[in-house]
């Protein structure tokens, strides 16, 4: 799609609506592209005209319409204008989303901030299905979500941070993957010299911690897969953490276990032995066939032995990660992956909408996937199927290129909601991220005003630069409010 503007240099925001609801119509530059649109902004009101398969559509928006979510600053206010014009002309081609025109990571994070400027939960739907023109069922998860996450923002003291530890191996690449990771025979070399350095840099964090005055509340160790590693050099870097200061009064420590093919008794005493208290095991589904086809290299019988481990070892906060949509998989499949998890009772089960990034081994050997419908009744069993087993949603998150444009759940029970996740997703306070990969946020909680410092994606690059990494972190102001 070609695409021309007018009074205003926010193409990013207009590609970002039209990738959302165009997502087969690529933005060309290509002057005999067939399919074309123009964004225009005149003061407080903006026009949009698309030509789409031969049909015009024209859309728009105005500024006082915004009510309690007008932006402070021009820019943002203008943003918000151009997407929304652009936003409402498509929908007359392409029909309502169930986001409507939220095309944001942290739709949860919108309405906490409408929430903290006074508006009630009925205001805040109002606002979601009225103006945005949320299915009214997306409304609700991200009022729950909003209101989830200001109760953990309660919890949180000046000088708190958490923690993000990155692992970058796994046993094998899935199909669906982006992330910076290696499979572990192909990058065997670097296993050991990468542990040598993050057990460095470990050690290092806990002086750090102590010299900033900072509290960490809550550790993830992610990755890739943490448990890829040796019992042997997951008790070598847990052991750098034992120092730390504050470190018996964590509010959670986390190991994302991830792959059922990693886990074994040691590895899991290992865990428990330092403290961690929360686990992952993912099946992603439970058939055979779809796991073949998605490159995992286990079997469901796997998950089942490797889950009923955690329990015997005494884990008593386990996640199970789902994948609505995945190669192969149907409607009826999810249904019967999610209910034999149901009936394991983990204490959070989070429901994925799958999302096909550059990168992605799916995109260079298409399979057949799961249609837009099917993956929206994929998540609408979620959604009847957990509350009646006595789960609640509390964290959210959406990404690019997720099939039908849906979203990422998190499920708890017994109240055991993931510390981390939360702030992490909700950015409510700051986090220092170890290892390569990461990205560490210092958060100002007064403005809401995030910087982020990333760190080196690939280990080889992450081994070369650490000293670097440390000394660059001294200079980091972390906000203590």
């Not at 409304?139 to 729950?144: H, N, Q």
């Not at 081994?361 to 009744?377: D, F, K, T, Y």
Request: hydrophobic content about 40%; some cysteine; proline content about 6%.
């Amino acid at each position: 799609m070609r695409l021309l503007f007018q009074g205003h240099g926010h193409r990013y925001a207009v590609e970002q609506m039209v990738t959302m609801l165009l997502p087969g119509d690529p933005v060309s530059a290509d002057p005999a592209d067939p399919n074309q649109g123009c964004v225009t902004l005149t003061g407080d009101r903006a026009q949009a005209v698309f030509t789409v398969d031969g049909q015009r559509f024209q859309g728009q928006a105005e500024l006082g319409e915004f009510g309690l979510d007008i932006p402070a600053d021009r820019p943002a206010q203008e943003q918000r204008l151009v997407k929304m014009a652009t936003y409402r002309s498509l929908i007359q081609h392409t029909g309502k989303p169930a986001w409507g025109a939220l095309s944001g990571v942290r739709p949860a994070k919108l309405v906490r901030k409408w929430l903290e400027r006074g508006a009630d939960s009925p205001q805040c739907a109002q606002l979601l299905t009225g103006l945005y023109g949320l299915d009214r069922d997306k409304a609700i998860l991200a009022i729950r979500c909003a209101q989830e996450a200001r109760e953990i923002d309660r919890q949180l003291a000046p000088g708190d941070v958490s923690v993000y530890i990155g692992i970058p191996f796994c046993p094998s690449r899935c199909a669906y993957c982006s992330f910076i990771s290696h499979d572990v025979k192909g990058a065997l070399a670097l296993v050991e010299p990468y542990v040598d350095a993050l057990e460095r840099e470990l050690l290092w964090a806990g002086d750090y911690l102590r010299r900033k005055g900072l509290r960490p509340r809550s550790v993830y160790m992610g990755g890739g897969t943490p448990t890829t590693l040796s019992h042997q050099q997951l008790d070598r870097l847990l052991t750098a953490l034992d120092g730390w200061p504050g470190r018996s009064g964590l509010a959670e420590f986390t190991v994302e276990a991830g792959r059922p093919d990693t886990i074994t008794r040691s590895k899991l005493e290992v865990l428990k032995g330092h403290g961690v208290g929360r686990i992952s095991v993912n099946p992603q589904t439970l058939s055979d066939q779809v796991l073949q086809a998605m490159g995992r290299a286990h079997t469901a019988g796997q998950f089942r032995e490797a889950y009923a481990l955690a329990r015997q070892v005494g884990f008593d906060a386990v996640n199970t990660d789902l994948i609505a949509g995945l190669p192969q998989d149907s409607e009826a499949g999810f249904r019967a992956t999610l209910d034999e998890i149901v009936t394991l009772a983990p204490e959070e089960i989070t429901v994925h909408t799958l999302a096909l990034k550059h990168g992605a081994g799916l995109l260079a050997n298409p399979q057949r996937l799961p249609s837009a419908q099917e993956v929206a009744a994929m998540l609408a069993y979620a959604a009847q199927t957990l509350p009646a087993a006595g789960y609640r949603p509390y964290y959210l998150y959406r990404q690019k290129y997720m099939t039908g444009a849906m979203e990422n759940l998190g499920w708890t029970r017994r109240d055991r909601a993931s510390f981390y996740n939360i702030v992490m997703m909700e950015e409510l306070g700051s986090v220092l991220a170890l290892g390569s990969g990461g990205v560490t946020k210092l958060v100002d909680r007064k403005s809401g005003g995030v910087t982020r410092h990333t760190n080196p994606k690939y280990p080889k690059e992450y081994l070369e630069r650490l000293g670097d990494i440390l000394a660059e972190r001294e200079a980091f102001v972390w906000p203590v409010n």
